[in-house]
């Protein structure tokens, strides 16, 4: 059974930093694209993050370029978000995603309908 379970999220500061962790199983992690999207009360999921397969594309929204990161190591099967600099806007619940198998182009991970299968989530509240 495909499976996907977010950690590090929690309580931080504005301005401060959090890594998030996405750990897979039931799935071949290595031939899937990732992504990260984020949740606030009220509002739409989006896009946040996404990395190809392999690592060798990567794409970010606007409002988290140059504050966070995405990598992967598929020898562990997971993905991780650094998340550096945080404001309070970055309050939401953050699910990371699998989908796009063996997509190699960075800015298809954006479409949310490609994704296959979700993690539960993982609170990250952030406070000014």
């Known amino acids: 059974q495909e499976q996907l379970v977010e950690s590090g999220g929690g309580l931080v500061q504005a301005g401060g930093s959090l890594r998030l962790s996405c750990a897979a199983s039931?799935?071949?992690?290595?031939?899937?694209?990732m992504g990260w999207f984020r949740q606030a009360p009220g509002k739409e999921r989006q896009f946040v993050t996404g990395?190809?397969?392999?690592?060798?594309?990567?794409s970010y929204a606007d409002s988290v370029k140059g504050r966070f990161t995405i990598y992967r190591d598929n020898a562990k099967n997971t993905v991780y978000l650094e998340m550096n600099s945080l404001k309070p806007e970055d309050t939401a619940v953050y699910y990371c995603?699998?989908?796009?198998?063996?997509?190699?182009?960075?800015?298809?991970?954006?479409?949310?309908?490609?994704?296959?299968?979700w993690g539960q989530g993982t609170q990250v509240t952030v406070s000014s």
């Open positions: 995603a699998a989908g796009f198998r063996w997509a190699s182009a960075g800015t298809r991970l954006r479409n949310i309908a490609g994704y296959e299968y």
């Open positions: 039931g799935l071949t992690f290595s031939t899937y694209g």
């Open positions: 990395i190809t397969w392999s690592g060798s594309s990567t």
